[in-house]
C-alpha cells in the first residue's frame, strides 16, 4: 500500500512561484517513477511532469522551463518547484506513482494563480 500526500499548495500572484512537495509511503520508493497531475475546473486532468528512478524528467509543454521536478529518496519526497506562474496554471495538482499495475493517488492541493 502506498499513500501520497501533497503540500505546498497556495494562492500566488502571477510571476510568483510556489513549491509542491509530495510525501510518499511504502518501500523501495527510489526505482519508481513519481509524477504530477492537475486539474482545473471543467477540465480533464492532465500531466504535468513525471521523474523516473534514475531522476529523468519529462514536462508537459505548457510548463517545460518554468516548473521543475526533483527527488529526494532518502526522504522520500518529490518537489515541483514552479516559476512564473500564470493564472492558467490555477488547478488541484495530484501526486502520483504506479505500482504493481495499480495506480496510487494523494488527495490534492490546491494552487490559485490571481492578482
Known amino acids: 500500500q502506498v499513500q501520497l500526500v501533497e503540500s505546498g499548495g497556495g494562492l500566488v500572484q502571477p510571476g510568483g512561484s510556489l513549491r509542491l512537495s509530495c510525501a510518499a509511503s511504502g518501500t523501495f520508493f527510489s526505482i519508481y517513477t513519481m509524477a504530477w497531475y492537475r486539474q482545473a475546473p471543467g477540465k480533464q486532468r492532465e500531466l504535468v511532469a513525471s521523474i523516473t528512478g534514475g531522476s529523468v524528467t519529462n514536462y508537459a509543454a505548457s510548463v517545460k522551463g518554468r516548473f521543475t521536478l526533483s527527488r529526494d529518496n532518502a526522504k522520500q519526497a518529490v518537489y515541483l518547484q514552479m516559476n512564473s506562474l500564470k493564472p492558467e496554471d490555477t488547478a488541484v495538482y495530484y501526486c502520483?506513482?504506479?505500482?504493481?499495475?495499480?495506480?496510487?493517488w494523494g488527495r490534492g492541493t490546491q494552487v490559485t494563480v490571481a492578482s
Open positions: 502520483n506513482t504506479v505500482r504493481g499495475g495499480k495506480e496510487y
